[in-house]
């Protein structure tokens, strides 16, 4: 995709409210992370500042900080049994509706509140649209600190050689404490037999394989255009 089909403000405020739309007072709502997420959190506070009763699960501690910001009322996974709508955004989406995630590195937490979901609805600019995923070249993993040097010799054993990732000269820490290793992949043959390789790996969280879990697919564009691709379900 081109420069031009990347997400744009105007783009993201219309994928939140077409986002709004599967969104019900009552309901218990996951919080996603990144551009889109963020977009779609704005759009619930004003809602929520209109009348609309909901409680967020976030994904992160930025939307967190966020949601409370806007109004929105947060619980965590402990407090609920489900979640009724999972609102978040992908680093790569295939034609299956199968998702890459984990560039903005909350890919764990962000499993875990998918996995809650009734339904899940993912929130994409045209350009995170690839035939395969693995197009873009890149898969985040989550670990925990201790075994870094023998998770990442495992990792390049299977033909994935993994660059910590680093800011301001330290590793970089998830909410969770973990670090997060950046893959080198191609386009993936079979994403569920990789995720089962790389999730068999000690000291591998998990990956941002997030297969099978999209119920529909909401595809944003510069002027404000959004296609409904659907996924599970």
Known sequence: MSEHSRLTE?????????????VASGQVVG????????????????????????????????????????????????????VDVAVDGADEVDPRGDLI??????LLREKVVASMARRFV?????????????????????????????????????????????????????DNGNRLLDCRVGPIADPAALEAALRAIPGVVDTGLFLGTAERVLVGYPDGRVDVLGGKG
């Open 10 to 22: 105007d783009g993201a405020a219309a994928l939140a409210a077409e986002a709004l739309r599967h």
């Open 31 to 82: 919080l996603g992370t990144g551009q889109a997420a963020t977009a779609f959190v704005r759009a619930l506070g004003a809602r929520v500042a209109a009348g609309l009763d909901v409680r967020g699960v976030p994904t992160s501690e930025a939307t967190a900080a966020l949601a409370r910001g806007v109004g929105v009322k947060l619980v965590t996974p402990d407090d609920v049994e489900a």
């Open 101 to 106: 995630k984990g560039y903005g590195g909350a």
């Open 122 to 174: 993912v929130l994409v600019g045209a350009d995170k649209l690839v035939p395969v995923l693995g197009s873009r070249g890149r898969l985040p993993v989550e670990v925990v600190p201790f075994p870094g040097g023998p998770v990442r010799r495992r990792l390049e054993a299977l033909g994935h050689p993994a660059t910590l990732r680093m800011a301001d000269g330290a590793p970089v820490l998830t």
